[in-house]
């Protein structure tokens, strides 16, 4: 078959539905931002039964979520490619939270200070009964900031809700020195560069 057939076949097949198992705005951006239509539906499921196992390393943490995501409305959705995904930061071994306070978010930053972390990204597809699973992790590492500095950046962004008490998609970034990823989409929670490659296996037209 020729390139010319293989899109027109292309334009004949219409992509499956896509379905983004959460309520992320930063996700669902990111799929339009590669010109992917995508409903969005959170999933119904007890996230703290597993945050709270003490039995389960941060990593596995964001797999089995990522996958549960996934599962959760696949359910009502077979036909769908389900897209489920968790994100976790890790700090010597350790999930870091969201700090909730301004007090917590201060004293949690002071901890990532001039350090290395670990941003865990997991990603789970689920399509007809079988399941695409990934992680990807990326290492960031955190200025050396004064007191006053990180007070400052707390109050700009006030990202008490977002683990390790920073907001990439906001003024977050300014306190970093330094990202190691495959990925810098994966920051954000979705990393698409793998994404588009399972999503076109699939069926998916990309571009």
């Given at each position: 078959m020729s390139d010319r057939e293989m899109s027109e076949k292309e334009k004949d097949s219409p992509s499956p539905e896509i379905i983004l198992a959460s309520s992320s705005p930063y996700r669902q951006r990111l799929l339009q931002q590669i010109g992917l239509e995508c409903r969005a539906i959170p999933p119904e499921i007890d996230e703290s039964t597993i945050q709270n196992d003490p039995l389960l390393k941060p990593t596995h943490v964001a797999e089995i979520l990522a996958r549960l995501k996934a599962e959760s409305v696949a359910k009502?959705?077979?036909?769908?490619?389900?897209?489920?995904?968790?994100?976790?930061?890790?700090f010597d071994g350790k999930p870091l939270g969201k700090p909730a306070t301004r007090e917590n978010n201060i004293h949690l930053l002071k901890q990532l200070n001039g350090k290395t972390h670990q941003l865990v990204t997991a990603v789970c597809l689920v399509h007809q009964g079988a399941s695409y699973a990934f992680t990807n992790r990326t290492l960031v590492t955190m200025r050396t900031l004064t007191d006053a500095e990180i007070a400052r950046y707390v109050d700009r962004d006030q990202a008490f809700d977002c683990a390790g008490g920073y907001r990439w998609e906001a003024a977050g970034i300014t306190i970093f020195e330094k990202v190691?990823?495959?990925?810098?989409?994966?920051?954000?929670?979705?990393?698409?560069?793998?994404?588009?490659t399972v999503l076109r296996s699939l069926g998916v037209v990309i571009p």
């Open positions: 009502s959705h077979p036909d769908s490619i389900v897209i489920g995904s968790d994100q976790i930061v890790e190691d990823t495959e990925d810098h989409t994966a920051i954000l929670g979705l990393p698409l560069i793998r994404l588009v």
